[in-house]
């Protein structure tokens, strides 16, 4: 399992050389990702993707529970009040549930994609001003290492939190 900690720094260069430290600590590249105001150029670095820009992976898992609710609730009436002259079985309801579930991952994900993540809400008014945010997803046991490593190289990286779970696609 992996931790996500947030590390806000004044520029470019500086992300570049926590990175640099991070890869000789063993933390993949693919793990560390920023993220700046636009037009930012962030050249050697991976930027974060839409995945941890925006609320799609919470969109599409409130969806996928709802839906799927949604799913069996249609599913059950559906067997208790079947149309005339079908007999449906109560893998109906498995079947609702499923398309129900889907359906409502996939609408849900797409609104979500369009609204800006809100765990990086306290971050905005940083990165409006021109720092840039490290996100770093660590093994759980190499969380406070990491973030002493960090403090005791850079002590211009501020701190900025940990995250206790990180989803588990991005």
Same mark, same amino acid.
């Given at each position: 399992?992996?931790?996500?900690?947030?590390?806000?720094?004044?520029?470019?260069?500086?992300?570049?050389?926590?990175?640099?430290?991070?890869?000789l600590?063993?933390?993949?590249?693919?793990?560390?990702?920023?993220?700046?105001?636009?037009?930012?150029?962030?050249?050697?670095?991976?930027?974060?993707?839409?995945?941890?820009?925006?609320d799609?992976?919470?969109?599409?898992?409130?969806?996928?529970?709802?839906?799927?609710?949604?799913?069996?609730i249609?599913?059950?009436? =559906?067997v =208790?009040?079947?149309?005339?002259?079908?007999?449906l079985?109560?893998?109906?309801?498995?079947?609702?549930?499923?398309?129900?579930?889907?359906?409502?991952?996939?609408?849900?994900?797409?609104?979500?994609? =369009?609204?800006? %993540?809100?765990?990086?809400?306290?971050?905005?008014?940083?990165?409006?001003?021109?720092?840039?945010?490290?996100?770093?997803?660590?093994?759980?046991?190499?969380?406070?290492?990491?973030?002493?490593?960090?403090?005791?190289?850079?002590?211009?990286?501020? %701190?900025?939190?940990?995250?206790?779970?990180?989803?588990?696609?991005?």
């Amino acid at each position: 399992m992996r931790r996500r900690l947030y590390f806000m720094v004044p520029d470019v260069t500086s992300a570049r050389q926590i990175r640099d430290e991070l890869l000789l600590a063993r933390i993949e590249d693919g793990h560390i990702h920023v993220m700046a105001r636009d037009g930012v150029p962030l050249p050697g670095l991976h930027e974060a993707s839409i995945l941890q820009k925006t609320d799609f992976v919470h969109g599409a898992e409130t969806g996928l529970a709802v839906g799927g609710g949604i799913g069996i609730i249609a599913g059950l009436v =559906a067997v =208790a009040f079947p149309p005339a002259g079908v007999d449906l079985q109560l893998v109906t309801i498995l079947l609702t549930a499923l398309i129900g579930a889907a359906f409502g991952a996939w609408v849900a994900s797409m609104v979500a994609s =369009a609204i800006p %993540n809100s765990r990086l809400k306290a971050f905005e008014s940083a990165i409006a001003a021109g720092h840039i945010l490290m996100m770093v997803d660590a093994p759980a046991g190499r969380v406070d290492e990491i973030r002493k490593r960090v403090a005791t190289c850079h002590p211009e990286a501020m %701190n900025s939190g940990i995250e206790p779970t990180i989803p588990a696609f991005p």
